[in-house]
Structure formats: C-alpha cells, structure tokens
C-alpha cells in the first residue's frame, strides 16, 4: 500500500477523485508533495553566453573610448541610479559604484561581444539588486552601441 501524506488525506476527502491521479501510484498531489526545492542559496552554473557583434566592428580611437569614460563618470555623478536598480536594498550602493567602474573597463574591450560579455558577467554578480533586469540592459547596451557602432 502507498504512503499517503496526511495533506493528501484531507485533501481527497474534500474533493474527492479530482486529487487522485489514476496514471500515477501515488497521485499527482502526493508527487508534486514529495519534490524537493533546491537549496536557496546554491551555487547556479551559468550557461556558456555568447554574443556575436551585430555588424562588422568600426576601429575605436582612445579619444572615443575617453570621452565616453568621461561621459560615463560624469552620469554616474548626476545621477543616484543610472542603471535603474533597486536603490532601496542594502549594498546599492556598492553594487552602482562597481557596475559603474566595470562599464568603463568595458569601455576598453576590443569589441562590442567581447564588453557586453563581461557586463554580462558583472550583471549577474548583482541580481538580486536589479542590474541584470532590462532597464540596466538598455542603458548598458546604449553606451557599447554607440560607442562601438555610432559616428566618430
């Protein structure tokens, strides 16, 4: 005889033969019972990610690359949250600073796949915080388009 949670009990006493499951032994409700969440703080493998540049890459002098850094510095000085992430939560801070720091290094990559890659990366070191949401995609991504894509 299966083993037969007491929730399941009560529950197919309630409604019945709507709970059992016929295809299954132990009954869908008892199965989705019986599944075990991971742990919450387990270590995620992120999937190999890869970009390929949308056009042929234009030649970048250092003086673009400057200004852009410039750039860069002087919107993360104006403004609290350029990336637009969750400003209430502890550590924003930090996590603004360091996004920001990695988007001038990104600056200095020798292709658009190559920076958005390594934003990638730092994106998702600060998830919890929102910087891998869309709103920091679009802002990341206006600056290493134009910089590697826009007029000289």
Same mark, same amino acid.
Request: proline share 6%.
């Given at each position: 005889?299966?083993?037969?949670?007491?929730?399941?009990?009560i529950l197919s006493g309630a409604l019945g033969d709507f709970i059992t499951d016929r295809m299954t032994p132990k009954g869908?409700?008892?199965?989705?019972?019986?599944?075990?969440?991971?742990?919450?703080?387990?270590?995620?493998?992120i999937p190999e990610f890869k970009i390929e540049n949308p056009a042929p890459p234009i030649p970048v002098s250092g003086r673009k690359r400057l200004i852009y850094k410039n750039a860069v510095d002087?919107?993360? =000085?104006?403004?609290?949250?350029?990336? /637009? @992430?969750?400003?209430? #939560? +502890?550590g924003f801070d930090f996590a603004?600073? =360091?996004?920001?720091?990695?988007?001038? /290094? @990104?600056l200095d990559m #020798? +292709?658009?796949?190559?920076?958005?890659?390594?934003?990638f990366e730092n994106q998702v070191r600060f998830e919890?915080?929102?910087f891998a949401d869309t709103e920091a995609d679009q802002f990341i991504d206006s600056v290493l388009e134009e910089l590697y894509y826009g007029e000289e």
């Open positions: 005889m299966v083993k037969t949670s007491p929730l399941v009990r869908a409700l008892d199965e989705l019972m019986d599944m075990k969440r991971p742990p919450k703080n387990e270590n995620i493998d002087d919107i993360m =000085k104006r403004e609290d949250n350029p990336f /637009q @992430a969750f400003d209430e #939560e +502890d603004n600073r =360091k996004m920001g720091e990695a988007l001038k /290094q @990104a #020798e +292709d658009y796949a190559t920076a958005k890659k390594y934003m919890d915080l929102g």
